[in-house]
């Protein structure tokens, strides 16, 4: 079982930046992918952005070029710089890792206000 702790979100102005961390109860060498996804009200959850056990990156188009993967093994940790925001990008973000199943963080809320 992997436990996963999120951190970092809050209420930012329209063009500013937040970081949110998630940290695993398990070594990050031990997770095929870990990625972050959020959730608008009345929208399904869609991928933000993913980072493989061998450092490949996807990040969904909307957010190419602002935000930022990254990921401290030592730490088991990874983290999403969100840079640029805009107010429709305000959403619960979720972190989430892959081993041979899908485990979920608690979810982090983000308000980006206009």
């Known amino acids: 079982q992997v436990q996963l702790v999120e951190s970092g979100g809050g209420l930012v102005q329209a063009g500013g930046s937040l970081r949110l961390s998630c940290t695993a109860s398990?070594?990050?060498?031990?997770?095929?992918?870990m990625a972050w996804y959020r959730q608008a009200p009345g929208k399904q959850r869609e991928l933000v952005a993913a980072?493989?056990?061998?450092?490949?990156?996807r990040y969904a188009d909307s957010v190419k070029g602002r935000f930022t993967i990254s990921r401290d093994n030592a730490k088991r940790t990874w983290y999403l710089q969100m840079n640029s925001l805009k107010p429709e990008e305000t959403a619960v973000y979720y972190c989430n890792a892959e081993t041979y199943k899908a485990y979920w963080g608690q979810g982090t809320q983000v308000t980006v206000s206009s």
């Open positions: 980072v493989t056990s061998g450092g490949s990156t």
């Open positions: 398990v070594s990050t060498f031990s997770l095929r992918t």
